[in-house]
């Protein structure tokens, strides 16, 4: 496994059954050339999404990296 450099943050839109667009959030941690790495964590609240990014932010003492 490539070593984490940065906790990365990003979001996308999705459509849902009726094709009505919503913003999924995005943290993943990321090597030093931008690629994921592991399990990337879904939220559909920003708030959360921010928040995981920080916890895992302290707990590997690794940067944010905000993709927006």
Do not use: C, F
């Not at 990337?40 to 905000?66: C, F």
């Amino acid at each position: 496994m490539d070593r984490a450099t940065n906790v990365m943050l990003w979001d996308e839109s999705e459509q849902d059954r009726h094709g009505d667009e919503y913003q999924i959030w995005y943290v993943q941690l990321g090597d030093d050339d931008g690629k994921p790495i592991g399990i990337a964590y879904k939220h559909t609240s920003r708030n959360y999404a921010i928040t995981t990014a920080q916890n895992i932010s302290r707990d590997r003492q690794l940067p944010v990296e905000m993709g927006w």
